[in-house]
């Protein structure tokens, strides 16, 4: 168990709608981060947060956005979902944003767009 | 642009032989290595790592990794093999620039354990 959770664990939806997916840091890390794992595209960095604020961006869609809150989880919301969008995305956290620091990371969610 | 190779998709080994997963990176600067291993509907967890100073790295579960600068190489090792070590590989460089980190992840190699 690396401390990292994540809900819900599964989440089935239809195209066009709207999801959004929960992380909670292991407890001391500020930082948070997002992936996405899928058959196409492998495991691939969506977006980072550092203590509320966004730190970097990877390939993260215009549809998708994230947040991170005062008591530090972390929030990815999905839109006009796709049948591409279908993927496991992982939350990861470290205790800062620097290399040096390893990730820790979530369970996942499996989204399925059907 | 910064990347990770994992050459080889699916690999099959029978319990008890040695164990090399290969791993080329394109950084320009010193890397941050790292293999991560996913077990089935499992989240990723973090082998090893290699940051700076001795080449060959230990690892839990086993595990060591030697870092190859003039090959651009990260090979994962195990003398022996385990039917639980059967998992999805990964490995990462880590990327610092600007105060952020994030991963760059290979493709992947899935390994086989034959009884």
């Known amino acids: 168990d690396s401390g990292v959770t994540q809900t819900p664990k599964h989440l089935i939806t239809a195209t066009g709608q709207r999801v959004t997916l929960r992380c909670s840091p292991r407890s001391g890390d500020l930082s948070v981060y997002w992936y996405q794992q899928s058959l196409d595209q492998g495991l691939q960095f969506l977006i980072q947060y550092y203590n509320g604020e966004e730190r970097a961006k990877g390939n993260i869609l215009e549809r998708f956005s994230a947040q991170q809150f005062p008591d530090l989880h972390s929030e990815l919301n999905l839109s006009s979902l796709e049948l591409g969008d279908s993927a496991l995305y992982f939350c990861?956290?470290?205790?800062?944003?620097?290399?040096?620091?390893?990730?820790?990371f979530g369970p996942g969610t499996r989204l399925t767009v059907t | 642009a910064q990347s990770v190779t994992q050459p080889d998709i699916h690999i099959t080994v029978s319990e008890g032989a040695s164990l090399e997963l290969r791993c080329n990176y394109s950084?320009?600067?010193?890397?941050?290595l790292f293999w991560y291993v996913q077990s089935p509907g499992q989240g990723l967890q973090l082998l090893l790592k290699?940051?700076?100073?001795?080449?060959l790295v230990q690892g839990i579960k086993g595990f060591e990794a030697e870092f190859k600068r003039s090959q651009s190489s990260f090979n994962l090792r195990k003398p022996s093999v385990h039917w639980s070590d059967a998992a999805e590989y990964f490995c990462?460089?880590?990327?610092?620039?600007?105060?952020?980190?994030?991963?760059?992840f290979g493709a992947g190699t899935r390994l086989a354990v034959h009884p």
């Open positions: 950084y320009g600067a010193t890397p941050y």
């Open positions: 290699y940051f700076s100073g001795d080449t």
């Open positions: 990861a956290s470290s205790v800062a944003p620097t290399s040096t620091h390893e990730q820790y």
């Open positions: 990462a460089v880590g990327l610092w620039s600007g105060g952020y980190n994030k991963l760059i």
